[in-house]
């Protein structure tokens, strides 16, 4: 892409966008920003459309689910979605963790390497290679070890591992797809803490489930909720306090505090 | 566990015979296994009491005969072979021997066993199965004594290193195997060099690229259905194209280097080929398996860091998957050594004596050769053909061998 950076406030912004699997309209009417450097959730019951998206914003959905959009994305002051936009730089320069820690498998050294290797990366590959661990709040429990498989590490050693994959090529908005679902509350700590470090330098988008997650690590939060033809929709985007103390919508009051969902 | 739960109304708790029928299946499963084994016991024993035995023969010319001044045959100096081969053959078949490959360059034994095969003449008169061999061996001798009192007993293994070494010979006793051993080989080859990339390309493509659509579906059930269609189908594809309408080409003419007056194209490219296209559905369906058995949350990983499709499938699909498809591949080229009915189609030779050498040689395959041992006649050809079922199975044993090896080395990458 050869946007100019434009540094405004809003890194991406959604545009009355909607997201069709083949005829079916999974996401619809959707109208939110994301700030620079702030944490960004995205809220809801299961199926209305969360993950759905959060891939809409790296062109991850179209690889696997073939899915096609109306309305628009706009990263950078440029639509994501218009013909000479390629979508590899889109996920070069968004990257993506996903639920479930999917490391390659091959060495913690060459999880981290791979990334920036076939990007062209021409600098200190050790030195990246630590600055991504430590970043990730990783380095310190694999330093001795960089040559074993990324496999071997526990759950929530595995998702931190993605996470210092995904830094190490540098990318500008990190979608965190409920990074910390499937670990530990103590796992899910360290995950939490590491998004508040990561935040200096990177937008964050994440979904999550956990509304205790999205009260205390977000600075944004949008609500989705599902309507009356089955597509999920955001009813509601605001700070988070806001989103927890005084919701507007009555929708999102009885789902933050446990009366549904 | 006594009965003290009460019955439930609309349940009938026959514990007892739900298991009585659990046995019941148990044991008909253990029956097919048991079934499946005596199977696989009784064919590996019936070749192998073909492939040992004794065996009578006589001899045209009596050993003892060609003793010079007492010196027997067995401890005769090389020269003195050469000179009783002199005497007692003509001249031109002495000089013909002389231009195959001169005498002083041939070892003591191969002149030995030229004496053995042109002047003495072992002839087989009677052959018996390792059983008989072992448990009747006084009938045998009885036999023996009472039907050719000149024959001399010997046991044998038919499956020796000559037996490997040794070419095609129309005298069971020094007949080989190496002819046939080395066409299989040569045959085997251009299978792979055919089948392995075209069939793991046409895999990828399937899997990580072809959009699921009519045609695609389409061609996906094509080669499903190929994998099923019968050999000799394939043998007459490969008739018609290979050997017939590609003849320039598989004869080696095109590339003039051979003689375009007896070229044709029944060589070892043509059976090789057409062997790669009986097993190329194989082999992509194989590794469409391994393919699509590599985890989306892998490819997804890959394109979450910016991987172009191409990176993803070279860095993280094809080494995953690479076990599968070699395991795949080898097992579809144990099956491809095995083929008979299409080698007869495009026109393997069965009986030839000189060895493959070039793409372009005229060939013999191992099943081709039990299969036209096994239609003579004569006993001893059979067990010659027992024999040869013994080296082709070793062969199939080590390959599904170097499958497993592979398999287990490749996913020990990392």
Redesign the interface.
């Known amino acids: 892409m050869t946007t100019p950076e434009t540094n405004g406030k809003y890194v991406l912004e959604a545009h009355n966008l909607s997201i069709f699997y083949g005829s079916f309209k999974a996401v619809t009417g959707v109208n939110m920003s994301v700030e620079r450097n702030k944490i960004t959730a995205i809220i809801g019951p299961s199926g209305c459309g969360k993950s759905t998206l959060l891939r809409s914003f ?1 062109r ?1 959905n179209e ?2 689910a073939g899915t096609r959009i109306e309305g628009g994305i706009i990263f950078e002051g440029q639509n994501l979605y218009t013909p000479e936009i390629d979508p ?2 889109v ?3 968004i ?4 639920q ?1 820690a ?6 913690i050294y ?1 999880n981290i390497a ?2 920036a290797r ?2 062209g990366y021409k600098g200190n590959m050790d030195e990246l290679v630590e600055s991504s661990l430590r970043q990730a709040a990783l380095w310190d429990e694999v330093k001795d070890k960089l040559k074993q ?1 990324g496999l071997a590490l526990s759950g929530g050693q595995q998702q931190r591992l ?1 996470i210092a ?2 830094l ?2 540098q990318p500008e908005v990190i979608l965190m797809d409920e990074p910390a679902s499937a670990l530990d509350p103590i796992a899910t700590l360290k995950i939490e803490e590491l998004m508040q470090e990561l935040k200096q330098n990177y937008t964050i988008v994440i979904v999550t489930h956990n509304m205790q997650q999205a009260a205390r690590a977000s600075d944004y939060t949008a609500m989705m909720m599902i309507d009356d033809n089955r597509a999920g929709t955001v009813i509601e985007f605001n700070e988070t306090n806001v989103i927890f103390t005084r919701p507007s919508d009555k929708r999102t009051e009885d789902y933050v505090t446990g009366r549904f969902g | 566990m006594k009965a003290n739960r009460l019955a439930v109304e609309g349940f009938i708790n026959d514990v007892k015979g739900r298991n009585r029928a659990g046995v019941i299946w148990h044991l008909i499963f253990q029956a097919s296994t048991i079934v499946g084994i005596i199977a696989l016991v009784a064919l590996l024993l019936n070749i192998i009491n073909g492939a040992f035995g004794y065996v009578a023969f006589e001899a045209r010319v009596d050993p003892a005969s060609l003793a010079l001044d007492g010196l027997p045959l067995e401890d005769q100096s090389k020269e003195q072979l050469i000179a009783l081969l002199q005497s007692n053959l003509s001249s031109g078949a002495f000089s013909k021997l002389e231009r195959e490959q001169p005498f002083d360059k041939r070892s003591r034994e191969k002149l030995y066993q030229q004496v053995a095969e042109r002047i003495i003449k072992y002839k087989v008169v009677k052959v018996w199965d390792l059983w008989p061999s072992l448990t009747q061996v006084a009938q045998i001798r009885a036999t023996l004594a009472q039907e050719y009192p000149n024959a001399q007993l010997k046991f044998v293994s038919w499956l020796t290193n000559d037996f490997i070494t040794r070419p095609q010979s129309s005298e069971p006793l020094t007949a080989g195997a190496r002819t046939a051993i080395l066409g299989s080989l040569w045959t085997i080859l251009f299978t792979i060099l055919l089948a392995f990339p075209i069939g793991v390309g046409a895999a990828i493509y399937l899997e990580e690229y072809a959009s699921d659509n009519w045609l695609n579906r389409l061609i996906q059930t094509n080669i499903n259905n190929l994998a099923g269609v019968p050999s000799i189908v394939y043998g007459i594809l490969g008739l018609a194209i290979f050997v017939r309408s590609l003849e320039r080409l598989t004869s080696g003419a095109v590339f003039g280097l051979v003689d375009p007056t007896t070229a044709n194209g029944r060589t070892v490219l043509s059976a090789g080929l057409t062997l790669g296209l009986l097993v190329l559905p194989i082999i992509i369906i194989n590794a469409q398996e391994a393919i699509r058995a590599v985890p989306q949350s892998l490819r997804k990983a890959s394109y979450g860091v910016g991987a172009t499709k191409w990176q993803t499938v070279w860095s993280h699909v094809l080494p995953n998957a690479m076990p599968g498809i070699l395991t795949g591949t080898i097992l579809a080229v144990s099956r491809a050594i095995g083929e008979t009915a299409p080698m007869v189609v495009v026109g393997a030779s069965t009986a030839i004596s000189f060895d493959p050498s070039s793409p372009f040689s005229k060939f013999t395959t191992l099943p081709i050769q039990i299969y036209q041992w096994t239609s003579r006649p004569q006993a001893e050809f059979r067990s010659l053909a027992a024999a040869a079922i013994l080296v082709l199975l070793v062969m199939l044993l080590s390959l599904n061998a170097s499958a497993i090896f592979l398999r287990n080395r490749f996913s020990r990458r990392w």
Do not use: D
């Open positions: 790296n991850m690889l696997f590899v730089e996920r070069y320069r990257g993506m963790v996903f479930k999917n490391p390659f498998p091959k060495s060459e791979w990334g076939i990007h498989s993605c994959r995904a190490a090529v």
